[in-house]
């Protein structure tokens, strides 16, 4: 497979433990947060995504967490799987103008769950 | 139903040759994105399509690259003159509406320029 763990920051968590995986954004315009999962060979998942109007939403078995006044990201993953093994993204919209925006993706975090 | 859909899976092409890629999006999405992947790295805008048009081609690496999309549905991905560096994953992606992430993901086009 590839070999993303030279290029990634990573995380390696126990089987059942929580993870947390971070991610800062670069633009204080960005009204919209999304985080993706990307296992080896496919295309990004969709997680959980967040408006900027909050500041946490939770799905099954995960958590965003949004600081805008840090710019700061935050995917919570409870009692973590090995098929959570994944390369996870946390992506901004920026709206550019009129009805034009760009979804900008941070470099990702390669999570191992080990059994 | 059907999610977003690319082919080739995997093309080795030399260099100079010229490539197109082929993205079919989730039937009734409107907005069509392309991203490319290098290695152990994020991904990186290329261009957008709302319906046909194009309002964002900032991404396109150089003028070898183009992208056009036809009756609101499939889009083609062309580039010119591969060169090595181009050897990357090409996303596709789409989404109902925009501006209306989330984006709905196919699972790529690896290109690799020998």
């Known amino acids: 497979g590839e070999s993303v763990g030279l290029h990634l920051p990573t995380l390696s968590v126990q089987e059942g433990d929580n993870s947390i995986i971070n991610c800062a954004y670069s633009n204080s315009a960005s009204d919209y947060f999304i985080w993706y999962k990307q296992e080896s060979g496919k295309g990004p998942q969709f997680i959980i995504d967040?408006?900027?109007?909050?500041d946490k939403r939770q799905g099954q078995r995960v958590t965003v967490l949004l600081n805008k006044t840090v710019k700061h990201l935050s995917l919570q993953i409870a009692a973590t799987q090995p098929g959570d093994s994944a390369v996870y993204f946390c992506?901004?919209?920026?709206?550019?103008?009129?009805?034009?925006?760009?979804?900008?993706f941070g470099k990702g975090t390669l999570l191992t769950v080990n059994p | 139903g059907a999610g977003v859909s690319q082919s080739p899976s995997n093309k080795v092409t030399e260099k100079g040759k010229d490539v197109e890629l082929r993205c079919d999006p989730i039937s009734g999405h409107t907005a069509l994105y392309w991203y490319r992947q290098s290695l152990g790295q994020g991904l990186e805008f290329l261009i957008y399509f709302q319906g046909n048009s194009a309002p964002d081609k900032s991404g396109l690496p150089s003028d070898r690259f183009s992208a056009e999309r036809t009756g609101g549905s499939v889009s083609t991905l062309t580039i010119q003159r591969t060169q090595q560096e181009d050897s990357a994953v090409y996303l596709c992606a789409s989404s109902l509406v925009v501006p209306d992430p989330p984006l709905h993901f196919g699972n790529g086009t690896r290109l690799t320029v020998t």
């Open positions: 967040i408006r900027s109007n909050m």
């Open positions: 992506a901004e919209n920026v709206v550019m103008g009129g009805s034009n925006y760009k979804l900008t």
